[in-house]
């Protein structure tokens, strides 16, 4: 079975590695300590100290509060809202709703009709990244894309303890 | 007295094991599956536990046996779909018709033959037509729950000693079923009976021979017969080797050795899929929603089909606590009448196709992982229409669609356990589809279906950009063929194939991209031709930032006065149109008739020589802000052509420098630019909840198309879930509501509606 230090895993991360490391680790079975290994990569990388409980997506965590709550953050140190809610509903947004506005991103014949489809673009209020596009028509509501369990995850998945502010 | 048929049934012996017939092993084998949440009740694997070896050797000799025959078979066929891109699946099956072991290629249909063996068994074919040693039988009906018409099935039983030991099943993709329109996949059909030539689970031959009457009916029946008549011989060829190789493992290992494996085999996959969910993915819930265009409202067909209307996927993912996965598809709008329809097996076998290629990649795909896992598929939605007049002809338009998202929602989860290496933002949509038929360059009837499609857009992962021009959902060996044995096969000569710019969606690693070729009519007489493909609407979104692939559109010129420039030695149009915004096509001919268009799907027009159309296969969507791109990566795609200038610059944000039409980006100036566009995006944005209010006066004013409306009219009918979830997000007071009566388009075939049940 395969296993990778810190170093591999940041590399990872950085998206540095050459295909045939990726193919390989693609290939391979694999490896149980993943999580807590990435888990503290990424903790090392951010200017914060809340514990991650989660990586929750490109920028954003699930992070554990010293009063217990647990909070979808950015790595900007923007915090969302807390882990049950949507945090789109947090953050800023640009639809793509006309010809001209698709026009900035794609041909005309290969973008989008508005009448039919929007591109909804979730950008956080600090930093300005953008987490997360919808292509949805218009009306959809705002999609909450996940919502994790994660105390089954620690507790009965990896058998880890939660890591605690 | 005479006897009766009935008596005379009664004294034939049962052919499944232990004197039963197979409709009681079938209903056996469901109860103590569910009972116990094991297969066949196993609690324990002591074949493989107390001689693994020997289990695993049984195991190697079936699968690469069932992959051999698929290898070897093939070669029989002379469709290029079959021969080149392996459009062909091989399966071994239990007597009850539970996949053991299956080969590579379209494994979506390990379920649909499955669903062919199971419906012979429920409707008492032990008893009539009867189910013999040396049996051949043919199933294609989207109704049984194929995935569509062109995929044919020849079934096969395994008999020892007079017992039913399996079955073995082969599947080719045939060019042509004698639809409304030629080709695999038309367009044109809008129910069944438009949807070609069907096969209800028929004894085609008995003693290994076909019978003379089936060879005349289904070659008079489809256009393209020595496809259809090789690609037969090469089904019954790959049954008749996996035939021979179960009865020489029974020979060698010994009846009840075999039996036992096959019961523990499927035990074991769905013990895999299990601990593969473990490994892999976080418990929880996961959702994600599709949509297709289906812009009918102008195309020549009945006049309940002709309206616009979109196809609405949504699907939520939960991952117990006891890893089983369950896909929840509720608030899946009505089936239409369209080609686009699915089954509910070909929906979940498709999703098995999938998760071989991400959550489970190994050999090990049998019906154990069914057994693991539970859908939610909604009666009267486009996957499991409550009315057999539905037309499937065309259903993988929905079903890819439908699928990608469940690739997002599994990216999430393995993003959040660090796999980034198996993240995918989700798949091309395998279209257009470029179809026609008539006579070919040869004067033969005959059919095309332009399998270029097997090799769009992979989405881009966390890691590293999309695979360009290189893969399908729907066979993981991807291949786009070579032009010059479609050339041969084809009346259609190339005038190019050509990467388009931008086609994979922009992210900190793009998707893959996309893909046109362009065809020039040759040597035909009564040849028509049509596209199919998504148009106006992309049909995944990106994954954490990334955007969507582009959407479709197609090119056609008709009556071009291509032949004098060829004489005049003047240019032509060659290529891919790289830049539709500004088109050069158009430069290099005229044309009475030229279609630069959204409208994707088209049915039947005359194809005459030197007429012109283009096939554009998609890229992949992306992933993550593409202002985190690498700008030598930007670089690198603006000079090889794998996007415009312009985007390269105001998407990526990225400054360059050029010199002899080679761009040098300017480090130090796009690092300011992504600054100021950043900026931009804080300025000329919202807050969410303020976007959110305005959005809310859309919706009570019915401030939308009438498509987008009508689609929510369909789900509001079939779901009160997705009514009451859309209601509560917006705030929507409990009076409004969008029927479908009130929109003033066709709803021909509309039964179940809660809001008329309520009535």
């Not at chain 1, 810190?6 to 993943?34: A, V, W």
């Not at chain 2, 589809?433 to 008539?438: I, Q, T």
């Not at chain 2, 979104?541 to 692939?549: E, H, I, V």
């Not at chain 2, 158009?586 to 159309?613: C, K, P």
């Amino acid at each position: 079975m395969a296993k990778y230090d810190k170093k591999r895993i940041n590399e990872l991360i950085e998206g540095t590695l050459e295909f045939y490391q990726l193919k390989e680790m693609m290939s391979s079975h694999k490896d149980p300590e993943r999580f807590e290994l990435y888990r503290e990569v990424l903790q090392d990388r951010v200017s914060w100290d809340d514990p991650i409980l989660l990586p929750y997506g490109l920028h954003l965590y699930i992070v554990q509060k010293a009063n217990g709550d647990r909070i979808v953050k950015c790595d900007c140190g923007h915090e969302f809202c807390d882990y049950k809610e949507n945090w789109k509903l947090h953050a800023r947004i640009f639809v793509r709703d006309t010809e001209e506005k698709m026009n900035e991103i794609y041909p005309k014949l290969m973008s989008p009709d508005p009448e039919w489809q929007v591109i909804r673009e979730y950008y956080c209020p600090n930093c300005a990244a953008q987490l997360e596009v919808e292509a949805v028509p218009p009306w959809y509501p705002i999609i909450l894309d996940f919502e994790p369990d994660i105390d089954t995850f620690y507790k009965e998945w990896i058998k880890k303890p939660l890591p605690k502010a | 007295m005479a006897k009766t048929i009935k008596d005379h049934q009664q004294t034939k012996k049962a052919i499944g094991w232990d004197g039963k017939t197979l409709k009681q092993m079938r209903r056996e084998m469901n109860d103590i599956s569910k009972e116990t949440g094991h297969y066949a009740g196993l609690r324990t694997l002591p074949f493989k536990e107390t001689d693994p070896i020997r289990f695993e050797k049984i195991y190697s000799k079936l699968r690469g046996g069932v992959v051999h025959a698929r290898e070897t078979a093939k070669k029989v066929a002379a469709s290029p779909i079959v021969e080149q891109e392996g459009e062909l699946c091989f399966s071994l099956y239990t007597p009850e018709a539970d996949s053991i072991v299956t080969s590579t290629g379209i494994i979506i249909h390990v379920g649909t033959m499955g669903a062919a063996i199971k419906f012979m068994i429920e409707n008492d074919y032990e008893d009539n037509p009867g189910i013999n040693d040396k049996d051949i039988f043919c199933n294609n009906d989207n109704h049984v729950g194929n995935v569509h018409t062109c995929d044919v099935h020849t079934l096969v039983p395994i008999f020892w000693e007079g017992e039913v030991v399996g079955w073995a099943g082969g599947v080719t993709h045939v060019i042509d079923t004698g639809a409304s329109a030629p080709g695999s996949m038309p367009m044109g059909p809008v129910q069944r009976y438009d949807d070609g030539y069907q096969v209800t689970c028929r004894k085609i031959g008995q003693n290994d021979t076909l019978s003379k009457d089936w060879i005349l009916e289904s070659t008079r029946s489809v256009r393209a017969v020595k496809y259809w008549t090789l690609d037969e011989k090469t089904r019954i060829a790959g049954c008749h080797m996996i035939r021979d190789l179960v009865l020489d493992v029974i020979k060698e290992e010994g009846v009840d050795n075999y039996k036992q494996f096959i019961r523990e085999i499927i035990e074991d996959g769905r013990r895999g899929f299990v601990n593969q969910v473990k490994t892999m993915l976080i418990p929880g819930k996961y959702r994600q929603a599709s949509f297709v265009d289906i812009p009918f409202k102008d195309l020549d067909l009945p006049s309940f089909a002709k309206l616009n209307t979109i196809i609405h996927t949504p699907s939520e993912i939960t991952v117990h606590k006891d890893a089983k996965l369950e896909i929840d598809f509720e608030g899946a709008n009505r089936w239409g009448w369209h080609p686009f329809n699915a089954t509910p097996v070909s929906i979940t076998s498709g999703i098995w196709v999938m998760l071989s290629q991400t959550l489970v990649p190994n050999d090990r795909i049998n019906d154990g992982a069914y057994y693991a896992s539970k859908f939610g598929i909604p009666y009267g939605s486009w996957f499991n229409p409550d009315d057999i007049r539905s037309a499937h002809s065309n259903t993988w338009h929905a079903l890819v669609a439908a699928w990608s998202p469940l690739w997002r929602g599994l990216s999430r989860a393995y993003f959040g356990r660090g796999y980034l290496e198996e993240v995918n933002a989700g798949n091309a949509h395998t279209s257009n589809w470029l179809m026609g038929g008539g006579y070919d360059q040869y004067g033969q009837l005959s059919a095309m279906n332009s399998f270029e499609t097997s090799s769009c857009g992979v989405g881009a992962s966390a890691v590293q950009d999309g695979i360009s021009h290189s893969a399908a959902l729907w066979n993981p060996e991807g291949d786009m063929g070579d032009m010059e044995i479609w050339e041969l096969l084809e009346p259609l000569i190339f005038l190019g194939r050509q990467i388009l710019p931008g086609s994979g969606g922009a992210g900190k690693y793009r998707g893959g991209n996309g893909w046109q070729s362009l065809r020039l009519g040759w040597g035909a007489k009564e040849w028509t031709m049509f596209v199919a493909g998504a148009g106006v609407m992309a049909t995944d979104c990106g994954l954490m930032g990334g955007y969507p692939a582009s959407s479709g559109y197609r090119f056609q010129a008709n009556k071009t006065n291509i032949k004098e420039r060829i004489a005049k030695g003047l240019p032509l149009p060659l290529g891919g149109d790289v830049d539709p915004d500004n088109p050069i096509y158009e430069d290099n001919m005229e044309a009475e008739v030229i279609h630069r268009d959204r409208q994707a799907v088209s049915t039947q027009e005359q194809f005459g020589d030197y007429d012109v159309i283009m096939n554009y296969l998609r890229g992949g969507p992306g992933f993550g802000d593409p202002l985190e791109r690498n700008p030598k990566q930007v670089e690198s795609d603006l000079n090889e052509k794998y996007i415009l200038l312009r985007y390269a610059e105001q998407v990526y944000g990225c400054v360059f420098v050029e010199e002899n039409g080679v761009y040098t980006v300017d480090l130090k100036a796009t690092e300011e630019k992504r600054k100021e566009i950043r900026k931009q995006r804080l300025e000329r944005s919202q807050p969410v909840k303020e976007w959110m209010q305005e959005e809310r006066t859309k919706i009570m004013n019915e401030d939308a198309s009438i498509q987008v409306r009508h689609m929510y009219a369909q789900s509001f009918a079939l779901s009160e879930k997705f009514t009451d979830e859309f209601k509560d997000f917006w705030n929507i007071p409990e009076e409004w509501m969008i029927y479908e009566d009130d929109l003033g388009v066709p709803t021909l075939g509309a039964h179940i509606n809660r809001f008329k049940q309520k009535k």
